[in-house]
């Protein structure tokens, strides 16, 4: 049997055990040197375990083989890319297949299971962004948590260190935002909380909503962790609040972030109101969907109206709860490209009798084009975009001109693989600009280092024509393409990213682009001034996370 399985002595591996397993099932135990795996073979499938096979482990797949009874490799495939919690790329029409998919089990996953050549926070992005903020304004955020859940959680500041370098002008950051005393109260759980019960706590939060309600602010009632892992019931608390404070009231569970519906329950109760609907609502009024502050504010907004497109209410980054009732006033609900946050806003305003319009993000010149078209032309404003949009070039063009002329000659470098690559030409999974249009766009050259186990080159969609391409296998190749590159900076989302430091090469992230014309114009002199910094090429040896004496 083992000469018919190929299993040579020479080989390394013997055959420890075959049997029959179940009625259809073949269990196949195989050994060589310390190593062993035992093979659970089905109809189509099959479950492998890698080293020793303990008991809990044999039990386990037994438990995936009467799960998967029946179905083969491709309907468990099927099954993972259809669950909306599954992380999956999308691969791009013309760009080389993204064959990762991986099921979400509830914490960040390594996709690559090599971090040595990960460059892309973009999992750890979305962990920590997929809560939605609620705008202060009008608004006090009463969370039933231990203050600990928030550690990981800190402020998203420039001016603060971080591990990753945070996309997007955060929250905290944002020009002209409101700050209001007690807009946000941390219910403290302790050790003694979870030892003898929660009732005084729960009714100094109930004491504490009744305050608060006279204020005639809405309330925003969240939990994290800890209340779940205690068997909290913080729904009949959420009701016992509700009950004391009337209607102006919003709940938001760990289980709304894990569903992919923030704010579900609110939502859906304000959009299916009989006769919230009521009336056609404008149509050159538009409510905007998850746009950045600083952009809409300071571009999208303002162009708009110029142009006879008047901005309703924008929902998502934040969500302005007493602004909500306003929605009905607007005939077009206009969706950005991409989601800041997971919601199922779309959802139910696409079965409401308002118009929903999907728009490019606003990504670059041509990008911010598209949208603002978009948006004006379903308005019914699309002549008077045409000039606006050619009044706004003829001010923006000489600038960016200049910019492109310095930017010849400086080269800027992605490291990638079959999985990473396609990730340069999409709105990526959580935040993330289109990296490779936008620099292309701006006349930047592109070097790839491509990792690939055999070392072939991939070949390169039409996005990405004429771009270098440096292959390597090991981490000691990639060190040297990033130290002997000619390409001026190299991307990363790791703040200090230590693989580049001793390399030499300036860093850029995903921190750096902006969406609209300003936002672009920024990001481009952002990226030249990272190019002309001579200081990684001139203190490369210093910056090296090696230790070295120091010397007085």
């Not at 049997?1 to 390394?12: I, N, P, S, T, Y």
């Not at 190593?35 to 044999?58: D, I, K």
């Not at 929660?198 to 109930?206: C, L």
């Not at 969609?461 to 900076?489: H, I, K």
Request: net charge positive; with cysteine; proline share 6%.
């Amino acid at each position: 049997m083992a000469r018919l399985l190929g299993l040579a002595q020479r080989r390394g591996w013997a055959l420890e055990g075959l049997c029959r397993e179940g009625r259809r099932g073949v269990r196949l135990c195989l050994r060589g040197g310390t190593h062993s795996l035992v093979f659970r073979l089905g109809p189509g499938l099959s479950l492998a375990a890698e080293g020793a096979a303990g008991p809990s482990v044999e039990r386990l797949s037994r438990a995936l083989s009467r799960r998967l009874r029946g179905r083969r490799l491709e309907d468990v495939l099927r099954l993972i890319e259809a669950d909306p919690l599954s992380f999956a790329q999308t691969a791009t029409p013309g760009a080389p297949q993204d064959r990762v998919r991986v099921p979400c089990v509830g914490q960040p996953i390594g996709i690559l299971d090599a971090g040595w050549r990960n460059f892309f926070a973009d999992q750890d992005f979305e962990v920590l962004l997929g809560v939605p903020e609620c705008s202060p304004k009008g608004t006090v955020t009463i969370q039933y948590a231990d203050g600990e859940c928030y550690y990981a959680r800190p402020q998203r500041s420039f001016n603060k260190w971080n591990f990753l370098d945070w996309p997007d002008v955060a929250l905290d950051e944002t020009p002209g935002r409101d700050v209001e005393g007690d807009s946000l109260i941390t219910t403290e759980l302790t050790e003694r909380d979870m030892i003898l019960g929660t009732g005084a706590r729960a009714d100094a939060v109930v004491a504490e909503a009744r305050r608060l309600a006279k204020t005639g602010k809405t309330l925003v009632f969240t939990h994290l962790c800890t209340p779940i892992i205690m068997g909290e019931d913080f729904q009949g608390l959420a009701r016992r609040c509700l009950k004391e404070v009337g209607g102006a009231t919003v709940n938001w569970s760990q289980k709304d972030r894990d569903e992919n519906n923030n704010f579900g329950d609110y939502f859906r109760g304000v959009l299916e109101r009989p006769g919230f609907f009521k009336g056609r609502g404008d149509p050159r009024s538009v409510n905007l969907f998850h746009f950045p502050a600083r952009c809409r504010e300071e571009e999208l907004r303002p162009f708009l109206e110029k142009v006879g497109v008047r901005v309703n209410i924008c929902v998502f980054p934040e969500v302005t709860f007493p602004s909500i009732p306003d929605l009905p006033k607007a005939r077009w609900q206009v969706f950005c490209e991409r989601s800041s946050y997971p919601t199922k806003v779309r959802e139910l305003l696409a079965a409401s009798p308002r118009r929903v319009l999907d728009v490019r993000a606003p990504y670059g010149v041509e990008g911010t084009r598209e949208c603002l078209a978009a948006i004006a032309a379903a308005a019914g404003q699309g002549k008077a975009f045409a000039q606006a949009w050619k009044e706004r070039l003829k001010t923006f063009r000489p600038a960016w001109e200049e910019l492109r002329r310095q930017a010849q000659g400086h080269r800027l470098a992605f490291v990638v693989s079959e999985a990473t690559l396609p990730r340069l030409l999409m709105l990526r999974y959580g935040y993330g600009a289109p990296l490779a249009p936008m620099v292309r766009e701006m006349g930047f050259g592109i070097d790839l280092l491509y990792y690939d186990l055999h070392g072939r080159a991939p070949e390169l969609p039409q996005e990405l024509a004429g771009a270098g391409v440096t292959t390597f296998r090991s981490p000691w190749e990639l060190e040297r393409a990033l130290r002997e590159g000619s390409f001026s900076a190299a991307f990363s989302d790791i703040c200090f990213d230590w693989r580049l430091t001793r390399a030499g090469k300036a860093r850029f992230s995903s921190r750096d682009f902006e969406m609209g014309l300003e936002g672009a114009r920024r990001t481009f002199a952002r990226l030249l001034d990272v190019c002309r910094l001579p200081f990684y090429r001139r203190y490369a040896a210093e910056l090296s996370s090696s230790r070295r004496p120091f010397h007085a």
